[in-house]
Each structure stands twice: as C-alpha cells, then as structure tokens.
C-alpha cells in the first residue's frame, strides 16, 4: 500500500503515537482525518492541515460520521490504555466495542485497509524475546485480555471479510506528549519533591522503551510492503532499561539525587508483566531496524518530557 498516495483516519489521533503518524503521514503527501474524543489528547496535538472529527468510537454514529467510504484505510489507535484501570469491565467491553464499531462500518462502506495498535501484554509472562508464533497467548491484565479479543475480531474480518490488516504488537512507547507513564510520572514527582522517589514494585522491572518518531516509520514501513490478509509484527527494541535505571535517568535530566524508596513485590501493580522483550527478528527480515535503543529512547523522553511538564 503506497501511504504516500492515501487518504487515511487515524483513531485517537490527539493521543501519543496517532499525532506523530498523523503528522508524518501528512509529511509524506497523504490526507490525514483524525477522530478523537479528547479524554486524554488535547486538540492542539492533532496536527495542522488534518481534518479533526471530534469522536467517540464506543458510538456508532460517531463512527459513522469519522468512517466514510472515500477512505483507503483506518488506522485505529484509539484505546483506553490504562494498564490498571479500575473498571475491568468497561475498559474489556469499551476497547472492544470501538474496533468492532471500527471494522463492522469499514465493512458496511467498503473500506478495507486497517491498521491497529495491540500490545505486548497479550503475551501475558512468556519467555524473552518473544516473537510473534509464541503461544498459548495468556494476558494477565483485563488491558491485555481485551487486546486480544480485538486480535480475533480483526482475525475474522481479515480472513472472511476481505479486510487486510496490520496488528501491532508495541513495546512501551515512549516521547513528548505522553502522560500517564513512568517517564512523565517521575518527573512530576520529582519535580513536587526532588528529595525523595517513590517506585512501585522492586525497582527490577524490566521492559523495552521505543522512541515514538521509531514507532511510527516502522508502522508506515510494515504497511507499504507486508501484504498478508493479516500481518502481525511486534515494534520494540533489542534493549530493555530497569525502572530504577528510569529513576536514575530521568533524575539525572533533572539535576536532582533523590533516595528511592520501593513498595516491594516483582511487579508494580496487578496484572503487570515485570520483565518485557519482544522479538524483533520479523521486522528486521522486512527491512527495518531501530536506531535508537531503550535506555536512550527513556533519555531523550525524559528530556524533552521536562521541557514540557517542569515550569
């Protein structure tokens, strides 16, 4: 598929990775509509020049309204993300209700090109570095579980309904913009109390950061040249960075030397997975390889992170 040439949706793009591959795409010549419902994006993070349908995709005519039939994909990256959300059942049926709403209108209007945003939490606690044919899929987060539920429905149109289809499978995703993770939190901790730092978990946990400008050209890449009814490609990177190594980093941004304190246990909260690495061997056969490695990725964040947040 030439992205170049396309006119595209991008869902949840106000969020993180939908406002920069809104901005690249429209940076390559495509004509770019974003539909968002901003309860986490903000407006002035979808770019200039992107038609902005303010959205919600858990409502049908909202869907209806952002999918027409001149599109020649969807990318959907509109998701409730949070890992430990306190309303199991509403980020499973809310998650999943927005790509069905999603696929089921491409369907009605002839739209048959979707691209999506999974996660590595559908792995659940698998061996590292896990690649894409590992099974059983075993989620230990309702996050995760509703990710996989969203595999199966694009699974089914994909196959039967004639949709091609690219899943994502991301390590943690990280650079300006993005609230709501370690990164960001650190530093708003550290920036109310440079003293001290709290950490969840051990401080041991350990997980593979992706600078989103990487995020967002390998997803353009996978999609002009793999051409499988469904192509599922993990995007992260061959390094992992502690979450204490975070805590060193983002203090050292900051100029500060706090002393850490731990809340203990392996994991930082109910259903996270404490050591994270994928397989990147798939996307490097397909020509693509990361430039910047997780603790830089974390430092660069970092960085940019507090020119945005510290007044």
């Known amino acids: 598929m030439n992205l170049a040439d396309s006119r595209v949706l991008v869902t949840g793009g106000a969020g993180l990775v ?3 591959l809104a901005a690249s795409l429209l940076d390559r010549g495509a004509t770019v509509r974003v539909a968002d419902d901003l309860s986490k ?3 002035d993070r979808v770019p200039g020049g992107a038609e902005f349908v303010k959205a919600d995709m858990t409502d049908p005519d909202d869907v209806a309204r952002a999918v027409t039939g001149d599109l020649d994909a969807v990318f959907h990256f509109a998701a409730y993300t949070d890992t430990n959300y306190d309303d199991d059942r509403a980020l499973f049926e809310e998650n999943t209700a927005m790509t069905y709403n999603v696929l089921e209108r491409m369907r009605e209007v002839g739209v048959d090109r979707f691209a999506f945003t999974s996660s590595s939490t559908v792995y659940g606690e698998a061996p590292r570095p896990t690649p894409e ?9 309702m996050y995760g579980s509703a990710k996989l539920a969203d595999e199966a429905l694009i699974s089914t149109f994909a196959h039967s309904y004639g949709v091609r289809s690219w899943v994502f499978r991301f390590a943690n995703i990280v650079g300006p913009r993005q609230r709501g993770n370690v990164i960001p939190d650190f530093i708003e901790k550290l920036d109310e109390d440079p003293t001290e730092l709290e950490i969840l978990g051990d401080g041991r946990q350990e997980k593979s950061y992706m600078y989103v400008s990487e995020c967002v050209d390998a997803i353009q890449h996978v999609v002009e040249q793999a051409d499988d009814d469904l192509n599922v490609y993990n995007l992260g990177t061959r390094t992992t960075t502690s979450v204490t190594r975070i805590a060193d980093i983002v203090s050292d941004e900051l100029g500060v030397d706090p002393e850490y304190s731990y809340t203990g246990g392996d994991r930082g909260w109910t259903g996270d997975v404490p050591k994270m690495r994928l ?3 798939k996307l490097s056969a397909l020509g693509w390889e990361p430039s910047i490695e997780s603790d830089a990725a974390v430092r660069r964040s970092a960085r940019e992170l507090i020119d945005e947040i510290v007044s």
Request: net charge negative; aromatic share 6%; hydrophobic share 30%.
């Open 18 to 20: 939908g406002s920069h």
């Open 41 to 43: 994006g903000t407006r």
């Open 133 to 141: 044919d590992y099974a059983p899929l075993a989620p230990i987060s």
């Open 279 to 281: 397989s990147i061997e």
